[in-house]
């Protein structure tokens, strides 16, 4: 069965750095790109990296230069390096496959938030 499972995150203060991690249980997500998206209170999730199985990578430029995703297609691993977090970082991360997520198997996410 697919299972995504992210993990990583937690309260850093701004300026601070997070590494997060997302464990996908199937070989799709070897092959296909995969996104990180993210979802703040009161707001749509967004996206908010992609990296195809080739390690091209797409940003918006909310996160760009901050975040880099990356993937380890061996151990199907999806990474999200954020350095220089802002509060408006804060929300909670999921990871999917991109552009079309599996609606049925989304993770239970990760908790980021940036505060003093």
């Known amino acids: 069965q697919v299972q995504l499972v992210e993990s990583g995150g937690g309260l850093v203060q701004p300026g601070g750095s997070l590494r997060l991690s997302c464990a996908a249980s199937?070989?799709?997500?070897?092959?296909?790109?995969m996104g990180w998206y993210r979802q703040a209170p009161g707001k749509q999730r967004e996206l908010v990296a992609t990296?195809?199985?080739?390690?091209?990578?797409t940003y918006p430029d909310s996160v760009k230069g901050r975040f880099t995703i990356s993937r380890d297609n061996a151990k199907n691993m999806v990474y999200l390096q954020m350095n220089n977090l802002k509060p408006e970082d804060t929300a909670i991360y999921y990871c999917?496959?991109?552009?079309?997520?599996?609606?049925?198997?989304w993770g239970q996410g990760t908790q980021v938030t940036v505060s003093s």
């Open positions: 199937g070989s799709i997500f070897s092959i296909y790109p």
């Open positions: 990296v195809t199985r080739g390690g091209s990578t």
């Open positions: 999917n496959v991109w552009p079309a997520p599996l609606n049925n198997y």
